[in-house]
């Protein structure tokens, strides 16, 4: 069997430029996804069962469901719904977040469940309110302790992105799959494609273990 290398040269701008979108995809479904999670986890640690009934359901739904299928129904549902029209950068964007934020709801709520409700405690007695003493003083002894399961989150959210080829976003894989329909080749496009996700993957899990051994040394 010859390997091609032609091909990949050929198709190595659209690769990079879909590796961009991939970033892009990523980088904006964890971020919207944290913030979502954020809320999502403060919110089931209250005691209102008005609160949480909702989020547990939430959070069942995008756990418990393939992502593949949450997709479809943001893209064809959900984004036309909203628009008018369909949109596959925003359904994208929006099926990563949600799902991600569904995950990153309980990272958090295990996180600042693991401090020693005497800090709270402490903090309240200094003349904090809970609401302070949150954002000073649990969340940041929290945070360290939720740096790798985030950082696996962020890991797990690039490679699923490729899941957007089904709705023709075009990211990574979107043309990796051009590149084999065009050439009716299967190692040379999914091979390349492949490779930069592993480059993408193991360039992130190394500044995460960077970041996590310094904040150990403060």
Known sequence: MDFRWDIIQEYMPFLLKGTLYTIGLSIAGILIGTVLGLLIGLGKI????????????????????????????????????????????????????????????????????????????????????????????????AFKRMIPPLGNEFVVLIKESSIAAVIAAPELTYWGRAMASQYFRVWEPYLASAFIYLILTLSLSYLLNKMERRLDTK
């Not at 008005?50 to 739904?61: D, E, W």
Request: aromatic content about 8%; glycine content about 8%.
């Open 46 to 141: 209250t005691k209102s069962k008005l609160l949480s009934i909702p989020l547990n359901c939430y959070i069942g739904f995008f756990r418990g469901t393939p992502l593949f299928v949450q997709l479809l129904l943001i893209h064809f549902g959900v984004v036309p719904a909203i628009t008018g029209e369909t949109n596959v950068i925003l359904a994208t964007i929006l099926a990563l977040s949600l799902n991600s934020a569904a995950y990153i709801a309980e990272i958090f709520r295990a996180g600042i469940q693991s401090i020693d409700a005497g800090q709270m405690e402490g903090a309240r007695s200094l003349g904090m309110s809970s609401t302070q003493a949150m954002r000073y003083v649990i969340l940041p002894q």
